[in-house]
């Protein structure tokens, strides 16, 4: 019988003919097979018809695996008129897929045979026909090897186009001509958000195929080439909110002046962009864990078969009426991709090395996880430097203000400045005012239950945008830097800073009948805004200080006044840790005689700054 005969006329030598022929191929072979069973029982007997059928079955594929491996390989390549090579590797896995699924009727077929020998006669061998059935399918499969074994290198060729496209969407959406336009930047930070998610669907596709085309052998190569995407594409995200935050800051006093509330509430919506990300490799690496489960047992259960059979002897083993796709594609990722280790009989362990590999798998995507961090961290410093952009432009000439070294001057009437008292200057109420005010304007977005699930997707690690300002003010005053966090975080300089009258210690900021702060997840979001930007202005603030090259008796009153009103602004705030103990202990030590000796002998990091603090502000005084 000519096995190519009741095969359908050869396609045209195009990928796509291709795919949509072979399955129509396989339906005849399959009606092969059924007259083939017909004949070979009225011919050769029920005994001899099984064996037949798997023959028939081989000889059909034997003459064409060459040409059925070029037609795959053209199927893969770009053709001239598709030089992306969009699809290719999807067309790949549904002529695989195709294939599984004619793989499992034709062992029904050449099976139901058996079974009828095994019905009339107790002497049928089914190890026999298990072995040479399973050899024909490995056999019809083979074309498909190369794709199994090199999945990983694929799945990045593969995602190239798609990922260029993705990245230069992202690049384009930053890309305004005047960022410190509300409008601008509402459109930036919308298309961002948009363009977040957008990987993913590449990403699930290519979980599909992983477990397709490895079963999850070797499984580490190909979630390293999904970690990669990921990565890259959190990577570019990344760089487009800092291209972004950059080009907003580039002019501080434009920024400065034009700042509203809108400002603030386009800066919160970035977080949604990392909070967005998180939220779906989040889910992916649950989806992966819960797919790498099940190929774990599909293992176990493939070893545990194949143990009985290599145990059995041929008179009690039962043959299988039928194998699933499942199975099928269990036995054929195991022969393509398993080693020594996954063998029957193996010592590593039930199902091999690899089902154990698959069950240690917690972090899939490890280095887009880093990406992701990275990601929230440059959020966190966008929103940071438009809601910092006033109090860094009020802050920045400070420290070279004439009023430093001003002189009491009498008036024509007898009376001096002292006389009516002094007051906060303008450059640190309207640090205040802005302060203020960013209470009102962080509520709008915490107010909206969705945006605030999104960002708090990304909201540890929030407090290191506040870090700069610190390490500057340590490097300022010669410290160590190991300071920093601790100078920074304030509870431990209490132990240093000398107590002051009760309302002043009442004001430390960390006594809990002093702040009763609202635990709604909305004010816990404000109020680690509001922490860092209390922190940030602090920080700067201090910094500037230090950098004042000489004060007057009238310059540290007017010091002295302008961070007492400091102090009642950061303790309206209603944040634990504000107003920080250097606000208040560096207006009483601008003002009073040095008491820097009391920490003589204390040599940790953060009494030796605070040391250098006070001796830097009795230098400048001097």
């Not at 096995?3 to 129509?24: D, R």
């Not at 050769?44 to 059925?68: D, H, N, Q, T, Y």
């Not at 009498?410 to 303008?426: I, K, R, V």
């Not at 909201?459 to 340590?474: D, F, H, I, Q, Y």
Request: aromatic share 6%; net charge negative; hydrophobic share 40%.
């Amino acid at each position: 019988m000519d096995p190519e005969g009741p095969a359908p006329a050869a396609p045209a030598a195009t990928p796509e003919s291709f795919v949509s022929w072979l399955p129509t191929w396989y339906d005849a072979v399959l009606s092969l097979l059924t007259e083939e069973r017909r004949q070979s029982l009225a011919v050769f007997g029920p005994e001899l018809a099984p064996e037949m059928m798997s023959k028939v079955l081989s000889e059909c594929f034997r003459p064409i695996l060459g040409s059925f491996q070029t037609r795959l390989e053209s199927v893969l390549r770009p053709s001239a008129s598709k030089t992306t090579g969009a699809g290719s590797l999807e067309n790949i896995c549904a002529l695989y897929e195709a294939t599984l699924q004619f793989l499992t009727l034709a062992y029904e077929a050449v099976a139901g045979s058996w079974h009828d020998v095994a019905d009339a006669t107790t002497s049928a061998s089914g190890v026999k026909l298990y072995q040479s059935i399973t050899g024909v399918i490995l056999q019809v499969a083979s074309p498909f090897l190369v794709y199994q074994q090199h999945l990983g290198e694929l799945e990045g060729q593969h995602s190239t186009v798609a990922q260029q496209l993705i990245a230069k969407d992202i690049r384009q959406a930053v890309s305004i001509s005047n960022p410190n336009t509300v409008s601008m930047l509402q459109d930036a930070t919308e298309r961002l958000k948009g363009l977040a998610p957008f990987i993913f669907p590449l990403t699930e596709a290519a979980v599909v195929r992983l477990e397709l085309l490895t079963g999850g052998y070797r499984i580490r190569e190909s979630l390293s080439t999904i970690d990669s995407i990921l990565s890259t594409h959190a990577g570019e995200l990344a760089i487009a909110i800092r291209t972004l935050s950059a080009a907003m800051t580039s002019n501080q006093a434009d920024l400065a002046n034009s700042f509203d509330d809108m400002h603030v509430s386009c800066a919160l919506e970035v977080l949604k962009v990392a909070g967005t990300f998180q939220r779906c490799l989040t889910q992916l690496e649950n989806t992966t864990k819960d797919r790498a489960t099940l190929l774990a047992q599909r293992m176990v259960a493939l070893s545990a078969q194949e143990k009985e059979l290599d145990e059995g002897s041929s008179s009690s083993f039962l043959l299988p009426d039928a194998l699933s796709v499942v199975e099928i594609d269990s036995l054929l990722t195991r022969q393509a991709l398993g080693g020594d280790e996954d063998a029957v009989g193996s010592e590593t362990g039930e199902g091999g090395t690899a089902a154990a590999s698959l069950r240690r798998i917690d972090l899939p995507y490890p280095d887009a996880r880093e990406a992701t961090t990275r990601l929230a961290q440059s959020c966190h410093a966008f929103v940071f430097d438009v809601c910092m952009a006033v109090p860094r432009q009020h802050l920045i000439a400070m420290s070279t203000m004439s009023s430093w070294t001003k002189e009491d001057i009498p008036s024509t009437s007898g009376f001096t400045d002292a006389s009516y008292g002094t007051l906060p200057q303008s450059y640190i109420t309207l640090v205040g005012e802005h302060m203020l005010a960013l209470v009102q304007a962080l509520e709008p977005f915490a107010s909206d239950p969705e945006s605030l699930a999104l960002a708090n997707e990304v909201m540890n690690g929030v407090r290191s945008v506040a870090l700069t300002p610190w390490k500057e003010l340590v490097s300022a005053i010669g410290a160590s830097d190991s300071a920093v966090e601790a100078m920074m975080g304030g509870k431990g300089l209490l132990e240093f800073i000398p107590k002051q009258d009760e309302e002043d210690e009442e004001d430390d900021g960390w006594k809990d009948d002093d702040v009763e702060e609202d635990d709604t997840p909305s004010a816990t979001f404000c109020n680690a805004w509001l922490d860092v930007f209390g922190l940030a202005v602090t920080g700067r603030l201090l910094e500037r200080i230090v950098r004042i090259p000489r004060l007057t008796t009238k310059g540290c009153e007017h010091l002295s006044a302008d961070l007492n009103y400091m102090v009642n602004v950061l303790a309206a705030l209603g944040v634990s840790g504000h107003p920080h103990p250097l606000v208040h202990h560096v207006a009483q030590v601008v003002v009073e005689s040095d008491d820097s000796g009391r920490l003589a002998g204390n040599n940790s990091s953060l009494a030796v700054a605070l040391k250098l603090l006070e001796e830097r502000i009795a230098v400048i005084r001097s």
